[in-house]
């Protein structure tokens, strides 16, 4: 539900301490930045909201991390599910369902960057769009994207 709803990449998630989220804003803010790829600012809906309150008494004490499992296990379980499914899914292909259904609810393509972490590098984007965490959250409330409803 989090790869699903957020736009992040696999380690990114995997990544994610406990400070780089302000859950009663819903809004992540991943550490995340390498030559070649950086993070912003991102939110999840209220299906993952309900899902991390079921799931987070269950983590394990001593590691501040969210989601306590690496990419690799992460990515090999996707694999196992989608054998026994039938149905090939991976975290990317969650990222890029993300990306396709935001904007079919109307965001704009600058938006959906901004949430996948690809802020544009345009004058028109850097200096007409805003890309504010208060603006980025009015853009995704007003979304409200959904995966099981």
């Known amino acids: 539900m989090f790869l699903a709803t957020s736009g992040l990449r696999t380690g990114e998630v995997t990544g994610l ?21 950086r993070s912003y600012v991102t939110f999840y809906n209220d299906e993952t909201e309900e899902a991390l309150n079921k799931y987070l008494p269950k983590r394990k004490d001593g590691d501040s991390r969210i989601f306590q499992v690496s990419s690799n296990p992460l990515q090999k379980s996707f694999r196992k599910t989608s054998e026994r499914s039938g149905v090939k899914i991976t975290p990317k292909t969650l990222r890029k369902w993300f990306a396709k259904e935001m904007r079919n609810l109307g965001v704009s393509g600058e938006h959906i960057d901004a949430f996948a972490g690809r ?15 208060e603006r980025l959250k009015e853009i995704y409330t007003r979304a409200d994207i959904k995966v099981l409803n």
Do not use: G
Not at 20 to 36: A, G, L, M, Q
Not at 121 to 130: D, G, P
């Open 119 to 133: 802020l544009p590098q345009s004058v028109r984007a850097k200096h007409y769009t805003s890309y504010s965490p």
């Open 17 to 37: 301490e406990m400070d780089d989220v302000d859950f009663d804003k819903r809004k992540v803010i991943p550490n995340h930045e390498s030559t070649t790829k």
